[in-house]
């Protein structure tokens, strides 16, 4: 996703400060439009896409620890978050969870004993069955609710671009102390204050649009920051995870924003918040009231 917060290059030029402006552009004239539409289509369009969304996320995620989705175990990642979203389609919300949580320990307990390095790589493998299949039945869950379903999750999106895009713009033209150099060297303190400016304006017109009036100030602050920093953390979680194994991008799937892992971070640990706090309003309420 966007960088929180790369610091301005030491060069003046337009393309020394954005080099890679153009790329994330047109990458994301590509997929907004597609996920926009779906989340407008409705639950069942919204559910497709999240199939192949899991699908292409848990194929990086497994191809990243280093084994094969053509084979166990590599094979079993997909399969379950699949079968996950399967059961959360049908609201079998317990059921998805359950198995979510049976095939990570499962696959860890499967894997080679411990002390062996490759059984640290199985712990990864398995941890991407919760990493990936709860943002997937969240995000289900969140456009499921007939009532407030569509712009619930339309604002959890605009909410988490405009932290990404606030974030990157931030970085880059004004740098900073930086935010986590042992994780990420080129993200500040700046950016990641920008991303939640914007994440907080951005979350106020998309209510005032939605609801037609003035917006609870209060309540949107607050849940904008819950969630931004949620993302901002995710952000930063996907930069460990790819710094641990020694790799610049999950893949090299999108122009642009490399792999879909690199693009989806925030959204990964953002749904599920997102999801809680929908289930503790109850069914056909707003995330933001």
């Not at 994330?24 to 896409?49: D, K, T």
């Not at 307990?109 to 997937?136: K, T």
Request: proline share 6%; charged share 10%; net charge positive.
């Amino acid at each position: 996703m966007p960088a929180l917060a790369d610091a301005p290059p030491r060069h003046g030029s337009l393309v020394a400060r954005w080099p890679d402006l153009r790329k994330r552009i047109l990458s994301a004239a590509l997929l907004g439009p597609a996920a926009l539409l779906c989340i407008w289509l409705g639950a069942e369009a919204w559910a497709a896409l999240m199939a192949a969304a899991v699908a292409l996320l848990a194929w990086e995620w497994v191809r990243l620890c280093g084994f094969s989705t053509r084979r166990l175990p590599g094979l079993a990642v997909p399969i379950l978050v699949l079968g996950a979203g399967t059961l959360a389609v049908e609201a079998a919300w317990g059921w998805a969870l359950g198995l979510l949580v049976l095939g990570f320990l499962g696959l860890w307990a499967l894997g080679p004993p411990a002390g062996q390095r490759q059984s640290r790589l199985g712990f990864w493998l398995a941890f991407g069955v919760l990493y990936i299949g709860l943002a997937g039945v969240a995000l289900i869950h969140l456009r499921g609710d007939a009532a407030v379903g569509r712009w619930n999750v339309l604002f959890l999106f605009l909410l988490v671009w405009a932290s990404d895009i606030g974030a990157y713009v931030a970085g880059r033209r004004f740098g900073g102390p930086k935010l986590a150099p042992a994780i990420s060297p080129n993200k500040t303190w700046t950016g990641a204050a920008g991303g939640l400016v914007s994440a907080f304006l951005v979350a106020l017109l998309a209510v005032a649009a939605i609801e037609g009036g003035a917006p609870p100030v209060g309540r949107v602050a607050l849940l904008a920051l819950l969630l931004g920093v949620t993302a901002q953390a995710g952000d930063l979680f996907e930069s460990w995870i790819k710094r641990r194994f020694q790799v610049k991008d999950s893949s090299a799937l999108i122009p642009g924003h490399g792999g879909l892992l690199d693009r989806l971070d925030a959204v990964l640990t953002a749904a599920p918040v997102a999801a809680l706090l929908g289930v503790l309003l109850g069914p056909g309420a707003a995330l933001w009231h």
